[in-house]
């Protein structure tokens, strides 16, 4: 594709230090063509949407995760699955962008959605109601393919931590190369 600079805003469902789906959004990033620049958004200083809050302006930490997603081409996110869906933090981040209704930033942004547990399901019933919340917020998310990681905790390498499960890389590069013309068809 073009090597044109693409900016990418990277989210991470989870606040935690560990966490399984930070892993996979780090090896995303070392996979990533280098022309990408990735910027990871930080969600732990976002407060619990309120409309009071919000008529008085938004918080810095929210109006940070707005710019970012602004400036970018595209948005990525990596999330846990909780209780059968969207993590809490995560869908607390997107309703805040998703305001003003009528021109958030989310409106015909191009979103790539991936996630993993140690369970069997990969996260595919979180990804199912993140895919539903975006379409909500008009952004566009990309169909497939999907990336479904179950059993995380064995694909990590035993001295590093790190995912290393040479089918796993190998698919995660499929991903972010259909991430990219799935950008470029709405450029
Ligand atoms: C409140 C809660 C609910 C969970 N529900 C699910 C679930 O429905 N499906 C699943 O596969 N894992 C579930 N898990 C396990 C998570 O997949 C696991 O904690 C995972 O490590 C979280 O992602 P992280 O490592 O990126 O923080 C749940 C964990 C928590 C804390």
């Not at 081409?73 to 993590?87: A, F, K, M, R």
């Amino acid at each position: 594709m073009s090597e044109n600079k693409l900016t990418i805003t990277a989210i991470c469902g989870s606040l935690r230090e560990g966490s399984f789906n930070r892993k996979v959004l780090k090896a995303m990033e070392e996979l990533a063509p280098k022309h990408w620049e990735i910027h990871r958004a930080d969600l732990s200083n976002i407060p619990l949407y309120n409309a009071d809050i919000e008529s008085q302006g938004d918080p810095q930490s929210v109006a940070l995760f707005k710019e970012s997603i602004r400036q970018a081409d595209g948005v990525l996110i990596v999330t846990p699955e909780y209780n059968s869906g969207i993590p809490g933090v995560l869908k607390n981040a997107l309703d805040w962008v998703s305001r003003p209704v009528k021109s958030s930033v989310l409106i015909q942004k191009p979103f790539a959605i991936a996630g993993a547990t140690p369970g069997s399901g990969g996260t595919a019933q979180s990804q199912a109601q993140v895919r539903q919340t975006l379409l909500a917020m008009n952004a566009y998310t990309m169909p497939g393919p999907k990336i479904l990681i179950g059993g995380i905790h064995e694909k990590l390498n035993e001295t590093t931590g790190e995912l290393d499960d040479e089918s796993t890389l190998r698919h995660i590069e499929k991903f972010l190369t259909a991430f990219e013309q799935w950008i470029y068809f709405f450029k």
